[in-house]
């Protein structure tokens, strides 16, 4: 088998001013999703019930507070 190539493995550099970060534990009963937003130096936790109605709304809150922003936020999946 064959290895790729190292430069591959490699991921570009993110600018922590303009990038949301996030992750999500998904489990039956709850669903964990941290988020890390432009120019704040910590992640927030936030606990949702195992539900896409609650993820939707927290997403919508999070976009509410981005849209204060000055600078252009770029979105990673």
């Not at 606990?47 to 981005?66: D, H, K, P, T, Y």
């Amino acid at each position: 088998m064959t290895q790729p190539e190292r430069s591959a493995l490699t991921s570009a550099a993110l600018d922590y001013d303009t990038t949301i970060i996030g992750a999500l534990e998904l489990s039956d009963k709850k669903w964990v999703l941290a988020v890390q937003l432009p120019g704040v130096k910590r992640h927030t936790r936030h606990v949702l019930g195992a539900s896409g109605e609650e993820l939707a709304q927290l997403i919508e809150r999070l976009n509410q507070r981005l849209a204060a922003l000055p600078q252009a936020i770029r979105l990673l999946g």
